[in-house]
């Protein structure tokens, strides 16, 4: 549906301040929390949540309360998103380059505080990883999830110790593994050994941009991986890129939950995921979701939530 007239001026009353507009230059990169902004900006909290109200108000951006935390993006209206796309075009790149400086500083915090973690817990990544959930009942889920093969090309985004590759492993006629971490690489290596598996290939690589050709895989995972990251949304769209068509993606992570000390005990940037931001993320990357399958913990602990969805296959043409 369109803007109204109304909607309109109201949405470009709500951008017309300059803060608001450095706000929404930083907001189209990623999802930023009231912290995060009030520091890239060097203004205070209550001031920046005041802006942050009547742009929400406004429908510009949107608002997502995650544990004791907010968070804020860009609105998913297309209509919405394009006003926004439209204003920031008409701005001085030259002018948001401090902020964006700023923001780089966060992100530099960030990214070093992850990586050492990552390199320091990779040893015991494994038992880590169950501190809060079944793995047994977990992984069972997942490989009746991903279905009974044979798979051409298996893909595990964020490997970690390379347990995705090892449990589906032997369906697969090749597999690859991508992670940041060199030690966690350098132990899904072993565990690849260990377990028997000759054609899987392990590469340090992103999972923003792993490099990898569109729809070269019929089965791509993110396991445990989505809240570690700034953007969420980004990676799902990137391996969704990869899927071929009839192929699948299986995205396992946490139910939302509110479990605040895990973002400084284990680095998680977000507490879990709803069904709805899960399947919108999807749709938008041209995949058909399927039910999403909840694995409640055997006692107090998380929800573990697995995701799938395909990439429609090709019909066959007729032949006259």
Same mark, same amino acid.
């Given at each position: ?26 907001? %189209? ?9 009030? +520091? ?9 949540? +005041? ?8 429908? /510009?951006?949107?608002? #997502?309360?995650?544990?004791? !935390?907010?968070? *804020? ?44 973690? #990552? ?12 501190? *809060?959930?079944?793995? @047994? ?13 044979? #798979? ?10 390379? +347990? ?5 492993? @032997?369906? %697969? ?47 791509? $995972? ?5 809240? *570690? ?20 993606? /299986?995205?396992?992570? #946490? ?7 895990? !973002? ?5 940037? +977000? ?30 602990? $998380? ?18």
């Amino acid at each position: 549906m369109s803007l109204t007239a109304e909607q309109t001026i109201e949405a470009l009353r709500a951008a017309g301040e300059p803060t608001r507009l450095r706000i929404l230059a930083l907001l %189209a990169g990623e999802e930023l929390s009231v912290m995060e902004l009030s +520091r890239v900006l060097d203004q205070s909290q209550p001031r920046v949540s +005041r802006h942050l109200k009547l742009m929400t108000d406004a429908g /510009l951006i949107e608002r #997502f309360p995650d544990g004791a !935390r907010v968070f *804020y993006r860009v609105s998913h209206d297309v209509d919405a998103r394009r006003l926004t796309d439209t204003v920031l075009d008409l701005l001085d790149d030259a002018e948001g380059e401090a902020d964006h400086a700023r923001l780089d500083a966060v992100r530099d915090e960030r990214a070093t505080a992850a990586a050492a973690y #990552f390199e320091t817990v990779a040893p015991s990544w494994d038992r880590i990883r169950s501190l *809060y959930v079944s793995e @047994s009942a977990v992984e069972s889920a997942i490989a009746r999830a991903a279905g009974p093969g044979p #798979f051409d090309r298996v893909v595990d985004l964020g490997t970690g110790s390379g +347990r995705m590759l090892t449990l589906l492993g @032997s369906k %697969a006629r090749m597999s690859i593994g991508l992670d940041l971490s060199q030690n966690m690489l350098n132990i899904a290596r072993a565990n690849v050994v260990k377990a028997g598996l000759d054609k899987v290939e392990l590469r340090h690589g992103d999972i923003f941009a792993t490099r990898l050709p569109n729809q070269s895989a019929d089965l791509v $995972l993110v396991h445990q991986v989505l809240h *570690y990251l700034v953007d969420p949304a980004a990676a799902v769209a990137e391996a969704a890129r990869l899927v071929s068509p009839g192929g699948k993606l /299986l995205i396992v992570d #946490f139910a939302p939950h509110d479990l605040e000390q895990l !973002r400084d005990e284990h680095q998680h940037r +977000r507490l879990g995921f709803a069904d709805e931001e899960i399947g919108r993320w999807l749709a938008e990357a041209g995949l058909d979701a399927s039910a999403s399958i909840a694995l409640p913990p055997d006692t107090a602990g $998380l929800t573990v939530t697995i995701w799938t969805a395909t990439r429609p296959a090709i019909a066959k043409r007729s032949v006259a």
